[in-house]
């Protein structure tokens, strides 16, 4: 079946340093998709969505890029503070007006800030 | 605003045991609702979801219930709860025709 993954489940970055997540999709009729950060023992919090009529869009120091020829989506966060480290997780689905219950979500990367 | 309150935070309870998780929604008019669980080191699964007063779709065929009594209230519920139900559930909100869903704290269970 369809399904929404990520490269890399950890990823270790400087403090100051950009950091990119990366997320693959596989439902090429997907053409809407999220990025969540959920911080230890919290609930996943909204951070920037893009529709697949663009291929960037960006937010206060996060961009989000989409390559639809190879269905990839990236989170970039520049200069990375000690409150970015989360679990940081893609969601795709489509844009039809049908809800949340459409939305298939990946399982996430850990990003860790070291000082 | 719109804010999305769920409680508790954790809860131990042991095997056979009944269970009601409750989460509300304030600042908007008949959103969707939705529960799900998450466990560690795979994706959100979504167990039910509700477009309005009584009205519930189940996801997956499990040993919980959800009931939807008022239009911004959202409750999961079990009459005898089993181990393989521990875990961390969040409800989830989204408006009426749109797509993203905005999650609440959530309740970490573990059944004992």
């Known amino acids: 079946g369809e399904s929404v993954g990520l490269h890399l489940p950890t990823l270790s970055v400087q403090e100051g340093d950009n950091s990119i997540i990366n997320c693959a999709y596989s439902?090429?009729?997907?053409?809407?998709f999220i990025w969540y950060k959920q911080e230890s023992g919290k609930g996943p919090q909204f951070i920037i969505d893009?529709?697949?009529?663009?291929d960037k869009r960006q937010g206060q120091r996060v961009t989000v890029l989409l390559n639809k020829t190879v269905k990839h989506l990236s989170l970039q966060i520049a200069a990375t503070q000690p409150g970015d480290s989360a679990v940081y997780f893609c969601?795709?689905?489509?844009?039809?007006?049908?809800?949340?219950?459409?939305?298939?979500f990946g399982k996430g990367t850990h990003l860790i800030i070291q000082p | 605003s719109q804010t999305i309150h769920q409680w508790p935070a954790t809860l131990v309870q042991p095997v056979g045991s009944p269970l009601s998780l409750e989460c509300t929604v304030e600042?908007?008019?008949?959103?969707?609702l939705y529960w799900y669980r998450q466990a560690a080191g795979r994706g959100l699964q979504l167990l039910f979801y509700s477009v309005g007063i009584g009205q519930i779709s189940s996801e997956v065929p499990q040993n919980l219930s959800a009931s939807r009594p008022q239009d911004r209230q959202f409750i999961l519920s079990s009459k005898k709860l089993l181990l393989s139900d521990s875990g961390f559930y969040l409800c989830?909100?989204?408006?009426?025709?749109?797509?993203?869903?905005?999650f609440g704290q959530g309740t970490r269970l573990t059944v004992v």
């Open positions: 600042g908007t008019s008949n959103p969707n």
């Open positions: 969601a795709e689905g489509p844009i039809s007006g049908g809800g949340a219950d459409g939305l298939t």
């Open positions: 439902n090429s009729a997907s053409d809407y």
């Open positions: 989830a909100w989204s408006s009426w025709g749109g797509t993203e869903a905005f």
């Open positions: 893009i529709r697949s009529n663009m």
